[in-house]
């Protein structure tokens, strides 16, 4: 019985150490709505929810790590208020600072979205056209493996001498970093249709636009989705690395401003910050995924 | 009419271009249009090879093969192919594999018409008018074969090709299955040729005029019998009481003696290769 009231004596734990008196101290508002809410969304799941046993598991990882985080913290005062700031206080920076990284995170966003969806728009119909030609693939493959596993943060100091401004060179620079993951697993992608049903399109004697867009495109989709979910991180990481060098707004601008000043406080919120986007940006691709391949769930083999 | 004469084909060895070893050696027969022909043989006897040959999938290394007088030199537009399992574009749905087919086979028809076509076929095989909207994997596995042949029906082509297309069926569908098929052949506005490919010895012997016996390694022709008792060359679909008559059990029994000597013959030189696509 213990494994199902456990996350329920964390949130019992969690809830005395926010709400135990001390002198000074006042009550760590934010933290205790977080907590409540991450409880009631934890009930909610736990009832009617799938997985009971996962959900159980992930509000018991939660609520330790808040406890922790609070007795440490602002508690026992054993760490190093300075690095490690207390979840009231960065709690309420995060809200007081959101309209600021709001405002630089649509021009970091722009320069995510031309690089990615550029490699997108070039990779995936290049891919294509390799994975399906036997001999593009011979003669591309060479090249693919030596450049490929070069890792693209080593281009942005040379992008940005060679390239006009810092857009383009980051631009260009998260393109290089998205291009070879999507190129690469949209060829894997052809490659994994079945044989089979690659002679049952050629008996079908289709025109090439349709066999492009009706067989190849969507029969290499699922291998073109394992590229994109790791271009999108990748060129994230790539998007952040870039504003941290030669920017001068954007969110990893913000991180990297801040701490030059030692504001470590802002530091940890641009971080949070960065995760619930980043944590977005990856669900919506595994929506979109679960959609466009919702022929696969319907198996009764 | 298609002529085959000669015909041998191995696999090439990967990149050291060495021969691989023969999987089909010398084949020839000529097959009438209009006639329901099953290759009987055990797996990996070269009669998928064969079939491909024929769709012009793959080239035979020696031997010419025509079609209507014409040589065979890429995928083949008289033929139509059924495969065990694979026909059916798993990411579209079932009605939509039907209208990609038809709109490329009669482009110049409007959409209305070419849905009513993929319906009215979809309903000739027997499926619920649901299926239309629904993917590949949610039917079971007789639906789907019927699906699958309802498209190559619906496209028109004069010359079936169907690989064990009832290999991965249950026993009953199986029946249903083969049913239908004569069924649409023998009643179909269209004189089709129909080559059918199985290892079912009953099957062979309940569907065809004429069955055309494979032995093994390399691929070759021990047999090439026709089918007794078909009323004008056909029969009754759903009518097994054939398989009472004395003649019939004889035939059978003779195939049977021939397809039995074959496998041992196999197990016996020890060469039990599985390169065929089919099981």
């Known amino acids: 019985m213990l494994p199902h ?3 329920h004596i964390l949130f019992a734990f969690l809830l005395a150490t926010l709400l135990y008196p001390a002198e000074g101290h006042l009550l760590p508002f934010r933290t205790l709505v977080l907590s409540v809410f991450i409880e009631s969304v934890f009930i909610i799941r736990h009832r009617w929810g799938a997985n009971k046993t996962a959900s159980r598991d992930v509000a018991s990882v939660l609520f330790t790590f808040l406890f922790l985080w609070e007795l440490l913290s602002d508690r026992l005062k054993c760490i190093d208020t300075m690095l490690f700031p207390a979840p009231e206080r960065i709690f309420t920076l995060f809200i007081s600072e959101l309209p600021d990284m709001l405002s630089g995170l649509g021009g970091s966003l722009i320069l995510l979205g031309s690089g990615y969806l550029s490699a997108l728009a070039t990779a995936v119909p290049f891919g294509l056209l390799v994975g399906w ?6 003669a591309v493959h060479p090249f693919a493996k030596v450049i490929g596993p070069i890792p693209p943060i080593v281009y942005i100091p040379y992008t940005i001498a060679l390239l006009p401004s810092f857009r383009s060179a980051s631009i260009f620079v998260i393109f290089a970093g998205a291009f070879f993951p999507l190129f690469v697993n949209t060829v894997n992608g052809v490659f994994s249709i079945p044989p089979a049903l690659l002679d049952a399109a050629r008996m079908l004697h289709l025109k090439k636009r349709v066999f492009f867009f009706y067989v190849l495109l969507p029969g290499a989709l699922p291998g073109i989705f394992t590229g994109a979910s790791l271009a999108l991180l990748l060129s994230f990481l790539l998007m952040t690395a870039a504003e941290l060098i030669g920017s001068t707004s954007g969110i990893g601008w913000y991180i990297k401003n801040f701490s030059d000043f030692a504001d470590y406080e802002r530091v940890i919120v641009g971080i949070l910050f960065i995760s619930i986007i980043i944590t977005l940006l990856t669900w919506l691709t595994e929506r979109l995924e679960k959609f466009l391949l919702r022929y696969r769930e319907v198996n009764n083999d | 009419m298609i002529s085959i004469r000669g015909v041998s084909f191995h696999y090439q060895n990967g990149a050291s271009k060495d021969a691989g070893p023969a999987v089909l050696d010398n084949i020839s027969a000529e097959i009438p249009a209009g006639q329901f022909v099953c290759v009987l043989g055990q797996s990996g006897c070269g009669k998928s090879t064969l079939l491909r040959l024929i769709a012009g999938l793959s080239l035979p290394q020696k031997g010419t093969l025509t079609i209507d007088g014409q040589a065979v030199s890429g995928p083949e537009r008289k033929c139509s192919v059924v495969f065990q399992d694979y026909s059916l574009f798993p990411w579209m749905t079932t009605g939509k594999n039907l209208t990609l087919a038809l709109r490329n086979a009669y482009p110049e028809k409007p959409r209305q018409e070419i849905r009513r076509i993929a319906e009215e076929y979809l309903a000739a095989v027997g499926l619920p008018e649901k299926c239309f909207h629904l993917f590949p994997g949610a039917l079971s596995g007789g639906m789907r074969q019927r699906a699958a042949i309802a498209r190559v029906l619906s496209v028109g082509s004069p010359l079936l090709l169907l690989d064990e297309p009832f290999g991965a069926l249950d026993p009953m569908n199986r029946l249903l299955l083969q049913d239908m098929l004569v069924k649409l052949w023998r009643d ?34 021990i047999a090439d019998r026709q089918v007794p008792h078909k009323i004008d060359g056909r029969h009754s679909a759903g009518d097994r009481s054939i398989f009472d008559l004395p003649e019939m059990k004889e035939f059978q029994n003779n195939l049977l003696t021939l397809y039995r000597e074959d496998i041992l013959r196999r197990l016996e030189s020890g060469s039990m290769q599985q390169n065929g696509t089919g099981i």
């Open chain 1, 5 to 7: 009231v456990l996350p």
């Open chain 1, 133 to 138: 030609h036997k001999r593009l693939f011979n």
């Open chain 2, 188 to 221: 179909g506005g269209m004189k089709r040729t129909v080559i059918f490919v199985t290892h079912d010895v009953e099957e062979a012997v309940y569907l065809s005029q004429r069955i055309i016996v494979l032995g093994s390694s390399p691929g070759r022709i």
